[in-house]
């Protein structure tokens, strides 16, 4: 049986993070990194600059982790640095656009929360998420029947209900409805009796 622990770092972020400096790092890889080869093919959209940078998928999940941490906690400057940042790395990753349209939707700022929820339904149309929350902004901004719909698409999505977005967008789209009943109730009241 090995007990033994993991290195520690000099770096206490390194440390906080799990991971181990490199013992040797190559003096040169900066110059072996950022080539014109590789600047050039970001300029041509050949490579993103999560590639360019030689940022792997962990990092960027715990990049992802912490601007959930900070949108959690309310800090949604700090949550919009870090989701704007992983959008600039990996603009085609859908996720990030839906966590940045989170963050404009906590602070009610519903034009940027429902152009970070049509990038990411762009992106990947078939992701509960972001029609969810459109919806959500859709019914918090009075179009009641675009957020019918944007509830109505999730749950197609997920008809059997695994992702529980989909319960809460049956339970708005339930909310939507009535709201339309009961405008069409104010627009044609009763006829009165003689």
């Known amino acids: 049986m090995n007990d033994k622990k993991p290195p520690q770092s000099a770096d206490p972020v390194l440390n906080a993070l799990g ?3 490199v013992a040797e790092p ?3 890889w900066k110059e072996k990194l950022y080539t014109e080869k ?3 093919a970001v300029r041509d959209g050949k490579m993103n600059l999560r590639d360019y940078h030689a940022i792997s998928g962990p990092e960027m999940l715990q990049m992802a982790l912490i601007g959930f941490r900070m949108y959690e906690q309310g800090k949604y400057q700090e949550a919009k640095t870090i989701f704007g940042g992983l959008i600039s790395l990996e603009p085609l990753e859908a996720y990030y656009h839906t966590a940045m349209g989170a963050v404009f939707l906590a ?6 929360a429902r152009h970070y929820f049509n990038g990411a339904i762009a992106l990947n149309p078939k992701e509960v998420a972001p029609y ?5 902004v859709n019914l918090r901004d009075g179009k009641i029947l675009e957020a019918a719909e944007d509830f109505a698409k999730a749950v197609e999505l997920d008809p059997k209900f695994e992702d529980p977005l989909t319960q809460r967008a049956r339970v ?3 909310a939507a409805l009535e709201m339309i009943e009961n405008a069409q109730k104010q627009e044609d009241p009763p006829a009165k009796k003689k």
């Open 107 to 112: 602070e009610e700022d519903l034009e940027m």
């Open 26 to 28: 190559d003096k040169d």
């Open 38 to 40: 590789r600047a050039q």
């Open 132 to 136: 969810v929350n459109r919806g959500e």
């Open 172 to 174: 708005l789209a339930a």
């Open 19 to 21: 991971l181990e400096a």
